[in-house]
């Protein structure tokens, strides 16, 4: 028998299923998760001397966003009353009268609920878009910005796809859990800030690559599991569309990573982690828009079109000279775009209508609606050109705001973002300032000099411990970095200069 809730004050519960509730928050909890996920691989994406900053700015970002989403960003997105199609209205406002109706993606859950899981779609996305900031951006502008982008582009596409009066869901684009708002939002808005940043100094493009590849593969699997959240709670309730919308997202996954794996293969002739990781999210961001739409067998062939596109479209910075140094637009906006794509060929309505709600939703080609496919086309079109000129503009807008300049200065690049802005590393050992014999003044202190006592052989001047590579000073070494008459193992980057 389904236990069902009981009536509280004047909100009648009793529609409401408990299961599916539970369901929901759970999921909800999961997408929460994903935000370490983000920030463990952009970290370890990024050099050392700038790893902290994109931890702290996707940390931050999730902040922010919850503040506007309470605030006045779900009622932009999903306010019941506006009718324009384009976005919504303040009815909504602090999350007012929000509580105990069903919610508008569904009404096997209170609005209260949906408003809490539609904000982690929110946070989410914010979080992606960070990685545009990657090694010369500024952090405090780009909260800023995060607000702004919120309110005048990510609501309006979220209003699009989800809501019951947006011009896409009411025209019929199938977009499950956000291949337009949350994928090609952020990997275009990312391109575009990007862009407005301009690119890294030459210097510190050379010989550039992920510092930590163990926290790029732990981002990438704390991401898996959360995604399963995102694209299980989709469904909104316990159902059988939850379960689809699982299996499609691990057999997406999967294959998109092996797909991705073997064609850098042909690179180095190596099996790289990096490259797993990559198709493995390719194919969790196909999935997104597409796995409670599709069969699985189409699931297997959209992760294997994600993972082959998405590799040769981390090429496409290169022609534009844009330095979307994460590969935002490669990974989320391509990769968006063939989930999408996918929906207008392998779309089955049998498969949408396990949920129990949406058993009258057409599919796409193999249930013979051939008109899906420009409905597809062309919401990826409007999504795309809306976001990237809006992003463009705010982002130049805020960067001409005095005090507010996105980018860091030349010095602040070479020194790494951590040491400019945050103060703190993230794997502290590797910073050269603290060496002594590897000094290196202070911003704003230039006439700052190693301390005498560096030099001194006395036993009261003790440096930190062997982490801090060679010429380390203490009991244990003279100042030629030697113990015991044995010179110390240098650490390679140390010797080459400053840490990558």
Sequence with gaps: MTTKIARFGNTDQSKFDRGDVAFVILAGALVSFMIPGLSFLYSGLSRRKSALSLIW??????AVAIFQWFFWGYSLAFSPTATNGFIGNLHRFGLNNVLGDPSPGSPLIPELLYSFYQMEF????????????????????????????????????????????????????????????????????????????GRRR?????????????????GTFILWFGWLGFNGGSAFGANLRAIIAVWNSMLAAAFAGIVWCILDFRYERKWSMVGFCSGTIAGLVAATPASGYIPTWAAVITGILAGATCNFATKVKFYLRIDDSLDLFAEH??????????????????????????????????????KQLYIQFAYICAVCSYTFVVTALIAKGIDIIPFLGLR???????????????????????EVRRDYMDWTARPGIPNEKIPKAAFDDSESVVAAGDRHGHLEIGPHANGNGEANGHRLSPISEKINGHAS
């Design 57 to 62: 700015a996707v940390s931050a970002a999730n």
């Design 122 to 197: 929110a946070c989410v996305t914010v979080g992606i878009l960070m990685g545009g900031l990657a090694e010369r951006g500024r952090v405090i502008p780009a909260m800023v910005f995060t607000f702004v982008w919120m309110t005048v582009v990510y609501c309006p596409l979220a209003c699009w796809a989800w809501s019951i009066n947006g011009w896409g869901f009411t025209w019929g684009v199938l977009d499950y859990a956000g291949g337009g708002p949350v994928e090609i939002g952020s990997g275009v808005a990312g391109l575009a800030y990007s862009w407005v940043l």
């Design 202 to 218: 030459e210097k510190e493009l050379l010989n550039f690559r992920p510092h930590n590849v163990s926290m790029v593969a732990l």
């Design 333 to 370: 906006a391509v990769g968006g775009m063939i989930g999408l794509l996918c929906n207008a060929f392998f779309a089955k309505s049998d498969i949408i209508a396990l949920d129990g709600v949406n058993t009258s939703v057409p599919g796409g080609w193999v249930d013979h609606n051939w």
């Design 408 to 430: 860091a200065t030349e010095t602040a690049e070479e020194l790494g973002v951590d040491e400019d802005q945050i103060g703190e590393f993230a794997t502290d050992y590797i």
